[in-house]
């Protein structure tokens, strides 16, 4: 993972592990700054499995669900 979307020398990460998984997207849907980083570290299928779980700032939750609905909590359920 690029140092602009985490600080910490190690960037390697056992995606395996659900929790590291959902933190990884979580650094992901709040750092990334180009369209780039979403496409090589977000999946479509493991994004809507997570996106209940996730922890994200309003805005971003916000963004995500007006221009991907899928992802609104009333067309998850």
């Known amino acids: 993972m690029p140092i ?5 020398p190690n960037r390697t990460f056992d ?3 659900a929790a590291i998984r959902r933190w990884v997207y979580q650094i992901v849907l709040r750092e990334a700054s180009r369209p780039e980083d979403l496409t090589e570290y977000l999946n479509r299928e493991v994004l ?3 996106w209940p779980d996730l922890t994200l700032p309003r805005g ?3 963004a995500w669900e007006e221009l991907h609905p899928a992802l609104a909590p009333s067309m998850a359920a």
Do not use: A, I, K, P
């Not at 602009?4 to 910490?8: A, S």
């Open 4 to 8: 602009w979307l985490f600080w910490q």
């Open 15 to 17: 995606l395996g592990d």
């Open 48 to 50: 809507t499995e997570l």
């Open 60 to 62: 971003v939750r916000r």
